[in-house]
């Protein structure tokens, strides 16, 4: 299967006069044509950021952005404003966190959506762009009378939806979603995330995913990024990181959250706090808070290790047997 996308070594610095703030540090994962990854990973853990930093969109004046992100065979961190340009939208589109930032607050939502969408198709007419409109927001669960609408005169849930609809006009190859289903409804949430897999499947698109919930991951991808601290921890196919987690980090998370089948089983919180990001820690970013932390774990930084079949984690515990 083809590599839409290859992160290389990324690190994302946020500097000022004072400190550094290293968000994303020697970040590395690939991405096939087709296929869908979950990010997760508690608020800091530098899940957005390395998102916004692979895309170019984070303020070059307090963000530092090394390493490759090859997409679609082009290394995005060479390319020109104007070649970036020419696949936003189109090859390569996100939804942002907050859907209330996204729109123009005077504009009516049909002017915004039709907008966007002539800046990659210039001579559509108001009935190819309507229809192509309608399609996108009937996917998501909402009717033509949006294109008259307001921003303030929707509600938040409503707004997200329209943003899902805007990424989705071009039919992008790489779709990259920042927490995008927060704002809705299970139900509303379940609709959206099938058809997406299903639009996956008809037209080959790729899909990342950030998100806190662990059951969007576990129901609409098929590989899982582990991050904390700004770290990758671990990461593999769903249903092997899922089902048999690797790294205490990873163990934690899904401990703290309700499972979706069985019994009910009493949840564990991770105790603790994340690190301070402006300082460089010698061994593993999480050696603080576990358990089974030796004294290598403080000193030594852990190499990723290939676990077979994809699933990769970073700890020196795995090695040694650790049994989560």
Not at 35 to 57: F, N, Q
Not at 228 to 233: E, K, L, P
Not at 286 to 305: D, L, V
Request: net charge neutral; glycine share 6%; hydrophobic share 40%.
């Amino acid at each position: 299967m083809a590599r839409i996308l290859e992160a290389k070594s990324l690190n994302v610095t946020y500097q000022n006069k004072r400190q550094s703030v290293f968000a994303t540090v020697d970040a590395s994962f690939e991405l096939d044509a087709g296929d869908s990854m979950g990010i997760v990973g508690e608020s800091g853990s530098g899940k957005s950021t390395m998102a916004m930093g692979l895309l170019r969109l984070l303020p070059e004046r307090t963000a530092k952005v090394e390493g490759q992100a090859v997409f679609m065979g082009r290394d995005l961190f060479t390319m020109t404003k104007a070649e970036l340009d020419a696949i936003r939208w189109k090859n390569l589109s996100v939804v942002f966190q907050k859907s209330m930032n996204s729109f123009s607050p005077v504009h009516r939502i049909g002017d915004q959506i039709e907008d966007i969408y002539r800046i990659h198709e210039p001579l559509a007419t108001k009935e190819e762009v309507r229809a192509r409109a309608a399609r996108m927001l009937q996917m998501v669960n909402l009717n033509d009378r949006v294109h008259k609408l307001y921003p303030h005169e929707m509600s938040g849930g409503m707004l997200q939806r329209v943003t899902i609809a805007v990424s989705l006009l071009h039919e992008p190859d790489l779709l990259i979603m920042d927490e995008a289903t927060t704002a809705l409804d299970v139900v509303t949430q379940g609709q959206i995330l099938s058809e997406l897999k299903k639009m996956e499947a008809e037209l080959k698109t790729s899909r990342i995913i950030i998100t806190h919930d662990m059951s969007v991951v576990a129901a609409s991808c098929n590989k899982i990024i582990v991050m904390y601290a700004g770290n990758i921890v671990e990461r593999g196919p769903v249903s092997t990181v899922m089902g048999s987690p690797s790294h205490p980090y990873t163990h934690g998370l899904l401990q703290s959250f309700p499972p979706l089948k069985g019994e009910r089983v009493v949840l564990k919180s991770i105790p603790g706090f994340l690190p301070d990001l402006s300082v460089r820690h010698p061994g593993c970013v999480f050696a603080s808070r576990c358990q089974h932390a030796e004294a290598r774990c403080h000193k030594e930084k852990p190499a990723e290790i290939d676990m077979g079949s994809e699933h990769h984690v970073s700890c020196h515990l795995v090695k040694g047997g650790l049994s989560l």
